[in-house]
């Protein structure tokens, strides 16, 4: 049974970075396309990024565009997030997640439905 396990949140002041990460355990993640979501509260989870199995296709919703980065090291069954020039407006939890399906090597920002969550990672951003 695949898990995954998110890290790296806290405190940050607007303006500067924070790497989020996401460690998967169980299952390698070899197949597997990674995503990034978050949920400010009040608000729904939105998602913000994946990277395909490959590592060759990463997208990014608009509010991430230009300031947040995705990639993963296959070899240690880890995705990560960078999150760069931060501001209120990302304070939210962040997950990461996958899918089970035929088509859970790709990635598509877009797509909602996963299947195997982590619990999140709280990320503040505040001065």
């Known amino acids: 049974q695949l898990q995954l396990v998110e890290s790296g949140g806290g405190l940050v002041q607007p303006g500067g970075s924070l790497r989020l990460s996401c460690a998967a355990s169980g299952v390698g993640l070899d197949y597997d396309a990674i995503h990034w979501f978050r949920q400010a509260p009040g608000k729904e989870r939105e998602g913000i990024s994946c990277i395909s199995a490959s590592g060759s296709n990463a997208n990014y919703a608009d509010s991430a565009q230009g300031r947040f980065t995705i990639n993963r090291d296959t070899a240690k069954n880890m995705v990560y997030l960078q999150m760069n020039n931060v501001g209120a407006e990302d304070t939210a939890v962040y997950y990461c997640?996958?899918?089970?399906?035929?088509?859970?090597?790709?990635?598509?920002?877009?797509?909602?439905?996963?299947?195997?969550w982590g619990k999140g990672t709280q990320v503040n951003v505040s001065s």
């Open positions: 997640a996958t899918k089970s399906t035929i088509d859970r090597a790709l990635c598509n920002v877009r797509t909602r439905s996963m299947d195997y």
